[in-house]
């Protein structure tokens, strides 16, 4: 082999270097104060547009977006199941060498009672440094943060190694059949995606300090359970055994007091043994024991965070939660039949029939029938991994932008991730800082005063932008 030989390889490593320097520090070079104006710009916009769910009316939304991204070049799609839901597709390519990155926010709304908001809940206001309005922080805060990073990506012209997907889907809001379910079942090549980066995490701020950030990856799946009892109607004067609302409600006690036996998984016990590290002695002995040997110690932490802090608790179980009682119609009348509803929601993995087996179990009255009933129920699937690429750049730009431990975390509600992980995508769930009172105070999201902090939208739109680059960039 020949010296030329001998350096060509080097020379083209210490070139490769140099560009991909060059172009790392292009993409840098960002004016972030012009961007926050944009950003702003954008996201009042779409929190204007009125996209409550029922009945939806998501296709304002996606005229904008789709304005906006046409505006730039970037190439959209628009599929839609009905006319005024449709969902947006825009994709910047990539080299191929990876597969694609999909960045996904809902563009509908939870419904509201304009009479109980200070501000018009469709109206943005900014007022003390927050901006109110419903969707502020679910889901318009992610679609804003995955149009911001769409833009910058092509106007910096990073080179991207994979191609990068953003969603702005419909229907997250109870009505998945006209957004994510359609988008899998009859367009999934469109967003098929290694990884996902949706809603259902975010950072925790206390008293304006950061806590810690969490990222979504696992959830619960949720279930209703109804339970139908009957027994003899009556006159009200002759109390009877058999009265249909006295087994019911026995049946519910009985039903929502049992404790289901804990269940961990990596993202649970990732999160505990984190929680441990970063907690006073007494709260790291309690997450410690949860995931510990000792089943009593485990179960006495249990019933500890029941009772001080029961989303802790819910994570590490099904839960059920009785949330309707139908029965009766007249006060001296004793009905033939009552029915309650329960929300459950069982852990992913968890066989549904040998649950309702359980229950009935714990019922044990062949005067009442114990049954699921129809609901949006999303698939059950593994964790998203806590060792992947995605997974470890999120880390980095927590600690980053937020000097903070990152927690993986089990969402007790349902996000439209779940479809995706059923399809083999790695999803992970982020969001802005938001302060630990705003929820007691009614400022969370589905209240009457939902907010933001304009500073903690615009640094969740920084760290997303790095998040995508740093993970989709040609390396």
Known sequence: MTA???????????????????????????DWSRVEAETLEHFQ?????????????????VEYLKQVLDREGIPTQTFALEPNRPNLVAR??????????????????????????????????RNSGYVYGRGTVDDKDNVTAALMTLLLLKRMSVPLDRDVIFLAEAGEEGTTRVGILFMVQEHFPEIDAEYCLAEGGGVLRSGGRVRYASVQTAEKIPHGLLLTATGTAGHGSVPLET?????????????????????????????????AAISP????????????????????????????????????????SPTIIQGG????????????????????????????????????????????????????????????????????AFARHYDTAVLPTMGTGGTDMAYLRDKGTQCYGVGPALDAEDGPKGFGAHSDQERILESELHTFVRFHYEVVRDLARRQ
């Open 329 to 396: 119609y007249r006060v001296n009348v004793i009905p033939s039949e009552a029915k309650a509803t329960l929300d459950v929601r069982l852990m992913s993995g968890q066989d549904p029939e040998a649950f309702l087996d359980e229950v009935r179990t714990i019922v044990n009255d062949p005067a009442i029938r114990v049954e699921w009933i129809k609901r949006d129920v999303r698939p059950g699937t593994p964790s998203a991994r806590l060792d992947s690429e995605a997974f470890k750049i999120l880390e980095s």
């Open 281 to 320: 002695p007494a709260d790291a002995t309690r997450y410690r024991a949860v995931i510990g040997s000792d089943a009593k110690a485990a179960q006495d932490a249990v019933d500890y965070f029941a009772k001080n802090d029961p989303s802790l608790a819910s994570i590490v179980r099904t839960s059920i």
């Open 4 to 30: 030329l030989r001998r350096f060509f390889p080097l020379a083209v490593l210490v070139a490769a270097v140099m560009t991909g320097s060059a172009v790392a520090q292009k993409s840098d070079t960002i």
């Open 45 to 61: 916009a779409v929190l204007r547009i009125d996209t409550s769910n029922p009945p939806g009316n998501e296709r304002a939304a």
């Open 243 to 275: 009265n249909a609302i006295l087994k019911l409600t026995q049946a519910v006690a009985a039903v929502a007091t049992w404790k289901a036996p804990i269940r961990l998984n990596d993202t649970t016990r990732a999160y505990f043994t984190r929680m």
């Open 92 to 125: 910047l390519k990539g080299s191929g060498a990876k597969r694609p990155l999909l960045l996904m926010g809902h563009t509908d709304v939870v419904t509201v009672d304009p009479a109980k908001w200070t501000f018009p809940p469709f109206s943005a206001t």
